[in-house]
């Protein structure tokens, strides 16, 4: 038996417009999954975020922007709450991620109990769908890493949000070559 999963990666209030370390179009994306959930038959629907404790060097106060970052998604805080747009109902699992590293894949993250691959793998999933926040960060190195665990993976470009062009264009060069389908336009707002 096969099945199919919709990960939404990292659909939080400080990765939305008024948050510590907004991505344009995040609140349109959050709304648009929710919309997309509600119209497409998934066997099951999963979420990661950011859940950050103590990441080290990957918030600073000179951040790189690629590294390291401004402080986000701090564990507890409203920043690191799901997007009010985004529906939670249909989750079934949130995996956090990042709460001793930068935590930028969603396969780094785990319900607590249980690794985003072992969940997956324990349903019999195969086949999985990647929209979110940020097209050119988590979103990349989840689909990644799903690509990687022999997952069939497709990155449904128009319910994610990137953070720059620049970034957004070399993450779809990686996803394409990694052998991942992309579908529909990326949201960036440069």
């Not at 918030?59 to 747009?85: I, K, L, N, Q």
């Not at 985003?116 to 050119?136: F, K, N, P, Q, S």
């Given at each position: 038996?096969?099945?199919?999963?919709?990960i939404i990666v990292d659909v939080q209030n400080d990765f939305c417009e008024g948050g510590a370390l907004a991505v344009g179009g995040g609140a349109g994306v959050a709304a648009a999954i929710s919309e997309h959930v509600a119209s497409t038959s998934y066997d099951h629907v999963v979420a990661t975020r950011d859940y950050h404790v103590d990441p080290g060097g990957h918030f600073s106060d000179e951040p790189d922007?690629?590294?390291?970052?401004?402080?986000?998604?701090?564990?507890?805080?409203?920043?690191?709450?799901?997007?009010?747009?985004?529906?939670?109902v249909p989750v079934e699992a949130v995996f956090s991620?990042?709460?001793y590293s930068d935590g930028y894949s969603g396969f780094d993250g785990?319900?607590?109990?249980?690794?985003?691959?072992?969940?997956l793998t324990e349903r019999g999933v195969t086949e999985v769908d990647?929209?979110?926040?940020?097209?050119?960060?988590?979103?990349?190195?989840?689909?990644?890493?799903?690509?990687?665990?022999?997952?069939?993976?497709?990155?449904?470009?128009?319910?994610t949000a990137g953070v720059a062009r620049r970034t957004v264009d070399t993450a779809l060069d990686d996803l394409a070559n990694a052998g991942i389908t992309l579908l529909g336009t990326p949201v960036v707002r440069t």
């Amino acid at each position: 038996m096969t099945a199919k999963a919709l990960i939404i990666v990292d659909v939080q209030n400080d990765f939305c417009e008024g948050g510590a370390l907004a991505v344009g179009g995040g609140a349109g994306v959050a709304a648009a999954i929710s919309e997309h959930v509600a119209s497409t038959s998934y066997d099951h629907v999963v979420a990661t975020r950011d859940y950050h404790v103590d990441p080290g060097g990957h918030f600073s106060d000179e951040p790189d922007f690629v590294r390291s970052w401004p402080r986000h998604c701090v564990a507890g805080t409203a920043g690191a709450a799901f997007h009010p747009d985004l529906d939670v109902v249909p989750v079934e699992a949130v995996f956090s991620k990042g709460q001793y590293s930068d935590g930028y894949s969603g396969f780094d993250g785990s319900t607590g109990e249980e690794s985003l691959h072992d969940w997956l793998t324990e349903r019999g999933v195969t086949e999985v769908d990647v929209v979110g926040i940020a097209t050119d960060h988590c979103v990349r190195a989840t689909a990644l890493d799903a690509a990687e665990r022999g997952l069939r993976t497709d990155v449904r470009l128009d319910l994610t949000a990137g953070v720059a062009r620049r970034t957004v264009d070399t993450a779809l060069d990686d996803l394409a070559n990694a052998g991942i389908t992309l579908l529909g336009t990326p949201v960036v707002r440069t």
